[in-house]
Protein backbone atom coordinates (compact mmCIF):
# COMPACT_ATOMS: atom_id res chain seq x y z
CA UNK A 1 0.00 0.00 0.00
CA UNK A 2 1.52 3.45 -0.98
CA UNK A 3 1.85 6.12 1.73
CA UNK A 4 0.10 9.14 1.43
CA UNK A 5 0.67 10.79 4.34
CA UNK A 6 3.03 13.47 2.63
CA UNK A 7 0.20 14.18 0.58
CA UNK A 8 -2.02 14.64 3.75
CA UNK A 9 0.74 16.97 5.44
CA UNK A 10 0.47 19.62 2.00
CA UNK A 11 -3.30 19.46 2.50
CA UNK A 12 -3.73 22.02 5.13
CA UNK A 13 -0.64 24.54 3.64
CA UNK A 14 -3.22 25.70 0.53
CA UNK A 15 -6.88 24.35 0.63
CA UNK A 16 -5.93 20.88 -1.09
CA UNK A 17 -6.19 22.63 -3.87
CA UNK A 18 -4.63 20.16 -6.19
CA UNK A 19 -4.44 19.49 -10.19
CA UNK A 20 -6.08 16.53 -11.47
CA UNK A 21 -5.67 14.80 -14.92
CA UNK A 22 -7.58 12.50 -16.38
CA UNK A 23 -7.49 11.08 -19.93
CA UNK A 24 -10.28 12.15 -22.74
CA UNK A 25 -11.33 9.21 -25.26
CA UNK A 26 -8.49 10.42 -27.72
CA UNK A 27 -6.13 9.58 -25.14
CA UNK A 28 -4.78 13.24 -24.31
CA UNK A 29 -4.46 14.27 -20.73
CA UNK A 30 -7.37 16.69 -19.18
CA UNK A 31 -6.48 18.90 -16.27
CA UNK A 32 -8.80 20.87 -13.68
CA UNK A 33 -8.10 22.11 -10.13
CA UNK A 34 -10.07 20.99 -7.04
CA UNK A 35 -9.72 20.79 -3.33
CA UNK A 36 -8.52 17.11 -2.28
CA UNK A 37 -7.89 15.09 0.41
CA UNK A 38 -7.14 12.08 2.22
CA UNK A 39 -9.48 9.61 4.23
CA UNK A 40 -10.67 6.19 4.47
CA UNK A 41 -12.65 4.49 1.26
CA UNK A 42 -16.33 4.49 2.91
CA UNK A 43 -16.37 0.44 2.09
CA UNK A 44 -12.93 -0.39 1.58
CA UNK A 45 -11.48 1.21 4.72
CA UNK A 46 -8.03 2.02 2.49
CA UNK A 47 -6.64 5.35 2.16
CA UNK A 48 -7.34 7.25 -0.54
CA UNK A 49 -7.38 10.86 -1.96
CA UNK A 50 -10.40 11.57 -2.44
CA UNK A 51 -12.42 15.01 -4.05
CA UNK A 52 -16.03 15.99 -4.25
CA UNK A 53 -17.05 16.99 -8.35
CA UNK A 54 -19.86 18.84 -9.51
CA UNK A 55 -22.29 16.45 -11.50
CA UNK A 56 -21.95 16.39 -15.12
CA UNK A 57 -18.86 17.67 -15.68
CA UNK A 58 -15.71 16.33 -18.35
CA UNK A 59 -13.71 14.93 -15.57
CA UNK A 60 -16.37 12.58 -14.76
CA UNK A 61 -17.50 11.57 -17.95
CA UNK A 62 -13.63 10.69 -18.60
CA UNK A 63 -13.15 8.89 -15.45
CA UNK A 64 -16.44 6.66 -16.36
CA UNK A 65 -14.74 5.60 -19.64
CA UNK A 66 -11.38 5.65 -18.22
CA UNK A 67 -10.66 5.54 -14.22
CA UNK A 68 -6.82 6.49 -14.68
CA UNK A 69 -6.62 9.36 -12.67
CA UNK A 70 -3.41 11.66 -11.37
CA UNK A 71 -3.60 14.00 -8.37
CA UNK A 72 -1.43 16.60 -7.58
CA UNK A 73 -1.48 18.67 -4.17
CA UNK A 74 1.23 21.53 -3.56
CA UNK A 75 2.22 23.94 -1.13
CA UNK A 76 4.76 26.22 -1.75
CA UNK A 77 7.84 24.57 -3.60
CA UNK A 78 6.46 21.30 -2.30
CA UNK A 79 4.58 18.60 -3.82
CA UNK A 80 3.09 15.38 -3.73
CA UNK A 81 1.58 12.79 -7.36
CA UNK A 82 -0.71 10.34 -6.73
CA UNK A 83 -1.21 8.21 -9.46
CA UNK A 84 -4.30 5.12 -9.19
CA UNK A 85 -7.68 4.55 -10.25
CA UNK A 86 -11.08 6.41 -9.48
CA UNK A 87 -13.98 5.17 -8.13
CA UNK A 88 -17.02 7.18 -8.68
CA UNK A 89 -19.62 7.43 -6.06
CA UNK A 90 -22.56 9.81 -6.19
CA UNK A 91 -26.33 9.91 -7.50
CA UNK A 92 -25.05 8.90 -11.63
CA UNK A 93 -22.77 6.60 -10.31
CA UNK A 94 -24.46 4.62 -7.30
CA UNK A 95 -22.79 2.15 -4.88
CA UNK A 96 -24.65 -0.74 -3.33
CA UNK A 97 -23.29 -0.19 -0.05
CA UNK A 98 -23.54 3.52 -0.30
CA UNK A 99 -27.24 5.25 0.02
CA UNK A 100 -28.35 8.90 0.49
CA UNK A 101 -27.32 9.35 3.88
CA UNK A 102 -24.14 7.68 3.62
CA UNK A 103 -23.47 9.28 0.69
CA UNK A 104 -24.60 13.11 2.30
CA UNK A 105 -22.23 12.19 5.13
CA UNK A 106 -19.14 11.16 2.59
CA UNK A 107 -19.42 14.34 1.13
CA UNK A 108 -19.07 16.10 4.26
CA UNK A 109 -16.03 14.00 5.20
CA UNK A 110 -14.19 14.66 1.73
CA UNK A 111 -14.90 18.62 2.21
CA UNK A 112 -13.90 18.65 5.77
CA UNK A 113 -10.60 16.31 4.98
CA UNK A 114 -9.86 18.97 2.25
CA UNK A 115 -9.72 21.37 4.55
CA UNK A 116 -13.43 22.53 4.39
CA UNK A 117 -15.14 24.45 7.35
CA UNK A 118 -19.13 25.27 6.73
CA UNK A 119 -21.37 26.92 9.14
CA UNK A 120 -24.76 26.26 7.71
CA UNK A 121 -24.59 22.17 6.73
CA UNK A 122 -27.98 21.87 5.79
CA UNK A 123 -27.56 24.28 2.66
CA UNK A 124 -23.93 22.44 2.00
CA UNK A 125 -26.16 19.14 1.47
CA UNK A 126 -28.77 20.93 -0.73
CA UNK A 127 -26.32 22.49 -2.70
CA UNK A 128 -24.33 18.65 -3.29
CA UNK A 129 -27.64 17.40 -3.99
CA UNK A 130 -29.35 20.26 -6.05
CA UNK A 131 -25.59 19.99 -8.50
CA UNK A 132 -25.66 16.41 -8.09
CA UNK A 133 -22.03 15.94 -6.40
CA UNK A 134 -20.00 12.72 -6.89
CA UNK A 135 -17.43 11.38 -4.84
CA UNK A 136 -14.35 10.78 -6.67
CA UNK A 137 -11.99 8.39 -4.58
CA UNK A 138 -8.36 7.90 -6.11
CA UNK A 139 -6.96 4.34 -4.61
CA UNK A 140 -3.55 4.83 -5.30
CA UNK A 141 -0.62 2.34 -7.37
CA UNK A 142 2.18 4.95 -7.10
CA UNK A 143 3.46 8.22 -4.89
CA UNK A 144 6.01 10.81 -5.50
CA UNK A 145 7.02 13.82 -4.53
CA UNK A 146 10.14 16.34 -4.72
CA UNK A 147 12.87 15.51 -2.21
CA UNK A 148 12.17 16.98 1.09
Known amino acids: ?3 LERFSELVPL ?6 VV ?3 ANH ?9 GVLAHPTTG ?6 VAVGGTLKLAHLRD ?20 AQLIGPDDPHPEVDA ?7 RDIFSAAGGTHDDWPTYDRVMREERRTAVLVS ?9
Open 14 to 19: DHGLSV
Open 101 to 107: ERLRLML
Open 140 to 148: PTRVYSNPT
Open 46 to 51: ERVVAF
Open 22 to 24: TVR
Open 66 to 85: NPTIAVVVRAGWQWVAVEGR
Open 1 to 3: MND
Open 28 to 36: TPHTAVVNA
